[in-house]
């Protein structure tokens, strides 16, 4: 703290997201000069350690990026070399990666909704404390969690790092009545999810709105996961596709001068994938139940194109999609035939694939180029995190200004807010494969032991 | 200075409620998150324990010293073995879980590689990495009381772990390998009955044998089995003898390496140049 109006902000150990890092604010006279969420997310390597590898391989090694969302990992590795090998799957295997994926959006997005968010909301540390005072609601959110969890472990064989996943679809299937074993648990968790809905739909809202550009993969006739093609709505309005191919020319990640942090940007424009945005893109493709879950928590009606900018709602759109993921999952169910083979073969063939899934926090893009027998000789993946971070930062800015614009908050209250700034966008922050920003611990105040 | 150990000695502020702490180093998170897993028992978890650190789950942070201290990851940074260091020093238990704490994880295929050239593959200015030439376990770098194995570490053993030190009691994991669970859990062996190239034999026990079950050969997310380490264990393993099986198998020289070269490959790499050293000899 220097002289009044002035003063840096530094919390050493964010709290309540996926991986480590801290925030960084500047203040000079009232005005915010620099808002940084840092990374100090040791690095470990992926893309180096990949080239070399078989090409039946990165499904199981990337999804150690991330144990929160292993399965986007591997159905977007699976996607990439499929691609490159030029192969499609049966569409039941589809069907069933689809199924898998649902297993891991309601874990991953009922995990952020009651463990790591809505304690904000409530002004509470976490939800074991939250459990002292509202344990239903607690107890609610680990059962619907667990449901999600119910699904990985059966298809995948275990929730982290699923085993049964392989290129060109699943080491065994499962069986019609081994399915339905989890349809009745999942009639139950649709009545928790839309409880949830209802529960959060009661919080408080600052009234705050994000600028950033849109983006999220768009299938025509469904709520995009496990594939589609990249789609951007810009602020005004006007919402434009391009090819999967060509994401890395228009996603750049570029190093601006007055920061160490790699920033990506959507054609030069900060931008934002994840929940919002999926939202806004596909929103007229969601369910009858989860349509009338978002507006009965007043998203407004996206049948009718609704969009929120809000990123302190996001904890409304997270809730409404683990509907929607729900009742996915008992369509999927229900609809279920085994394939005939759980999986193609993936012949290698020399060339460059891209992939790209839309994980909970957001569109994940990988790229591998294969020699003839297989080898991966490049490999490239894009984090949502790691595009998210432009408009996270942008929000820590605006969000900080406003509450010196309103009054005069102390550091404390101004940290509070900026972590809840960060959290709005569930930061995977492990998943984080190539943020420069880690030289700044050196001059850090330290984590706290 | 990278860490700072909390303030006086004190124990748990709640009289005879003991302390638990979680730190991570590098990881995945997977390991840690296996906790907020355990839905029907982290609520009364949460009664036994006062949980004093735990980034991913609480904002409040109590300082040491813990009377049980999980630890996920491995140690790839200067800071980081000034940080385990300091949290060695804060805890009376200190008990590393999962594949990067106690065997260095995927991140120590480093170790085989020329590090700066892997910083100059990811980073556009790898002058801003600071990180190590090696990944490496917990126990290379402090006193560990317990390692439990996995990648990620299972959630029942988890549990037996935690419910085990809080009762001052060895906790119960065998050190036997995949294979006794595959038989137990009544398996057709995937190698004998379909030529699967498969780790079991001399893999760690504690999934329950979960690859094999769904059809495929185990890779090894636990570990050697019976490998000597600062915890116990006796080596009985036998990587020389499985060797020319995974060959039969349709494995050549470089898929064996690949196939050993994954989530724990630190500990498997000094089994695989004893069993190549005895294939020479
Ligand atoms: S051991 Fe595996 S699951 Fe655990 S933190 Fe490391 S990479 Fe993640
Ligand atoms: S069978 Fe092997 S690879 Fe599969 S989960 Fe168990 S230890 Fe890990």
Request: aromatic content about 6%; charged content about 20%; overall charge negative.
């Amino acid at each position: 703290m220097t002289h009044r109006g002035s003063r840096t902000l530094h919390v050493g150990s964010l709290t309540r997201v996926e991986g480590e890092g801290a925030l960084h604010l500047e203040v000079q006279d009232n005005t915010v000069t620099r808002a940084q969420l840092q990374i100090y997310e040791p690095p470990r390597f992926f893309e180096a350690f990949l080239r070399g590898r078989a090409h039946t391989e990165p499904p199981d090694i990337t999804a150690r990026v991330c144990g929160i969302c292993p399965v986007a990992y591997q159905m977007s590795a699976c996607a990439a070399i499929e691609d490159a090998c030029g192969v499609t799957v049966d569409p039941r295997v589809v069907a069933l990666r689809r199924l898998l994926y649902c297993g891991e959006w309601i874990e991953s997005q009922t995990l952020h909704i009651y463990l790591l968010h809505a304690p904000d909301f409530l002004g509470c540390d976490g939800a074991i404390e939250l459990a002292r005072t509202a344990r239903g609601h607690v107890e609610r959110g680990l059962r619907l969690k667990q449901a999600g969890n119910a699904i990985l472990d059966l298809l995948g064989g275990r929730a982290i790092h699923p085993v049964n996943v392989r290129l060109g679809g699943f080491h065994r299937a499962p069986a019609p009545a081994e399915l339905q074993t989890l349809h009745a648990r999942l009639t139950h968790a649709l009545e928790d999810a839309r409880l949830t809905a209802a529960w959060v739909s009661g919080f408080e809202f600052p009234d705050t709105e994000t600028d950033a550009d849109l983006l999220a993969l768009a299938t025509p006739g469904t709520y995009a996961i496990e594939g589609g093609t990249p789609a951007a709505l810009r602020l005004d309005g006007n919402l434009s596709t391009f090819p999967l191919h060509t994401f890395l020319d228009r996603v750049r990640e570029e190093h601006l001068p007055h920061s160490t942090a790699l920033y990506s940007t959507l054609d030069g424009r900060r931008h934002l994938t994840g929940s919002l945005a999926r939202f806004a893109i596909s929103g007229r493709w969601l369910t009858r139940p989860a349509r009338d879950a978002a507006v009965a928590a007043g998203l407004g009606d996206p049948w009718e194109g609704a969009v929120c900018r809000n990123p302190f709602r996001s904890i409304l759109v997270r809730a409404v999609e683990v509907v929607y993921a729900v009742t996915e999952a008992l369509r999927l169910i229900e609809t279920y035939e085994p394939p005939s083979r759980p999986y193609v073969e993936v012949p290698p063939v020399v060339g460059t694939g891209h992939g790209a899934t839309e994980a909970p926090r957001g569109l994940l893009y990988h790229r591998y180029a294969l020699d003839a027998d297989g080898t991966v000789t490049d490999a490239r993946l894009v984090p949502p995190t790691a595009q998210n971070q432009g408009a996270i930062e942008d929000d820590l800015r605006r969000t900080a200004q406003a509450a010196l614009d309103a009054g005069e908050p102390d550091d404390a209250e101004l940290a509070a807010l900026c972590e809840r700034a960060i959290r709005n966008h569930d930061p995977c922050i492990s998943c984080s494969t190539h943020f420069l920003d880690l030289t700044v611990e050196r001059t850090r105040s330290a984590r706290t032991v | 200075m990278p860490a700072r150990v909390g303030a006086a000695a004190r124990w748990s502020e709640e009289a005879g409620v003991p302390t638990l702490a979680v730190f991570k180093l590098a990881s995945c998170d997977g390991c840690q998150l296996t906790l907020l897993d355990c839905e029907d028992e982290l609520l009364s978890l949460a009664g036994k324990v006062k949980i004093a650190h735990f980034l991913e789950a609480t904002s409040a942070v109590l300082p040491g010293p813990y009377d049980l201290t999980l630890v996920e990851g491995s140690v790839t940074t200067p800071a980081d073995t000034e940080h385990i260091r300091a949290i060695r020093a804060a805890s009376r238990r200190l008990v590393t879980i999962g594949a990067c704490a106690t065997a260095g994880g995927i991140q120590a295929l480093r170790n085989f590689a020329d590090v700066e050239e892997f910083a100059r593959t990811v980073y556009a200015r790898p002058d801003y990495i600071d990180t190590l030439a090696t990944s490496t376990p917990v126990s290379a770098h402090v006193a560990v009381d317990f390692e439990l194995r996995g990648c990620p570490v299972d959630r029942r053993q988890l549990l037996e772990v935690i419910t085990a030190h809080l009762a001052g009691r060895k906790p119960d994991i065998p050190d036997h390998s995949v294979c006794f669970e595959c038989k137990r859990r009544g398996n057709v062996c995937v190698t004998v009955a379909h030529g699967t190239p498969c780790l079991g034999p001399v893999t760690h026990a504690g999934c329950g044998a979960i690859c094999p079950t769904y059809g495929r050969g185990c890779y090894g997310c636990f570990g050697p089995a019976g490998r000597p380490g600062p915890t116990g264990g006796s080596l009985s393993v036998n990587l020389p003898a499985l060797i020319p099986v995974l060959k039969s198998d349709g494995m050549d020289d470089r898929d064996v390496e690949r196939f050993l070269h994954t989530f724990n490959s630190a500990d498997f790499h000094e089994e695989l140049m004893a069993a190549r050293q005895e294939e020479q000899s």
